[in-house]
């Protein structure tokens, strides 16, 4: 009931196209749903997050859709570029704030093409 | 943007071995994380600490393993006894509150041969 489930494991798309990456998640306890940027060699860096009381949250180029009723969500990267080429995890943890565990789904392998 | 700096990027070690990695976070921040990342694989929480002692802590944190803050800057993460299935990339993680951003470190890849 812990677990993260994010599809796909990777993805390759052209420059300007829309990648659109998914996760699932079981434990209604989770309200905080962050996703995680990683480059080679480089920690996990936090791109945008939501909590369950909004449906989705834009922030530039990133957008999160989150579906309560599904338990879902997803990130969407409107007009990529190669350098958003990294693995892209998405998150969650329960409680008060963001102090809690967090939950890792398995990863996207993004790359996008010129 | 502010850094959480961790030593050694790479550490190689003989099975059985101890090891200390080492992790100076972000000044003022109070909330300190371990996760490691098996290549390839999706990062996973070991332990969180808080106010000088461990609030929270996976199956993955066992006896083998331990925390601290020695002089009030720097958090540690010891392994007394090294195995083979603990190589792997272990990042450290601070942040300030409950409800700020988590930042990571670049991570410490561990190699136990």
């Not at chain 1, 812990?2 to 390759?12: A, G, M």
């Not at chain 1, 909004?54 to 990529?80: C, P, W, Y």
């Amino acid at each position: 009931q812990q677990q993260v489930k994010q599809s796909p494991q990777s993805l390759i798309v052209q420059k300007g196209g829309i990648p659109i990456i998914n996760c699932a998640y079981e434990n209604t306890a989770f309200d905080y749903f962050p996703w995680y940027q990683q480059f080679p060699g480089k920690g996990p860096a936090l791109l945008i997050a939501i909590r369950p009381d909004v449906s989705e949250k834009k922030e530039g180029r990133f957008t999160i859709s989150f579906n309560k009723s599904a338990k879902q969500f997803s990130l969407h990267i409107m007009d990529s570029q190669p350098g958003d080429s990294a693995t892209y995890f998405c998150a969650a943890s329960k409680g008060t704030g963001t102090a809690s565990k967090l939950t890792f789904g398995t990863g996207t392998r993004l790359q996008v093409t010129l | 943007e502010p850094e959480v700096t961790q030593t050694p990027s790479h550490q190689v070690t003989q099975m059985g071995q101890e090891v200390i990695l080492r992790c100076v976070p972000i000044s003022n921040h109070l909330y300190f994380y371990w996760y490691r990342q098996i290549l390839g694989q999706k990062v996973e929480f070991l332990v969180s600490f808080y106010n000088n002692e461990i609030s929270e802590k996976s199956e993955i944190f066992d006896d083998q393993f331990s925390v601290e803050r020695p002089d009030g800057s720097n958090f540690t993460l010891k392994i007394r006894s090294t195995k083979l299935e603990d190589s792997a990339m272990y990042f450290c993680a601070t942040h300030r509150d409950h409800n700020e951003k988590l930042f990571f470190g670049s991570g410490t890849q561990l190699s136990v041969l």
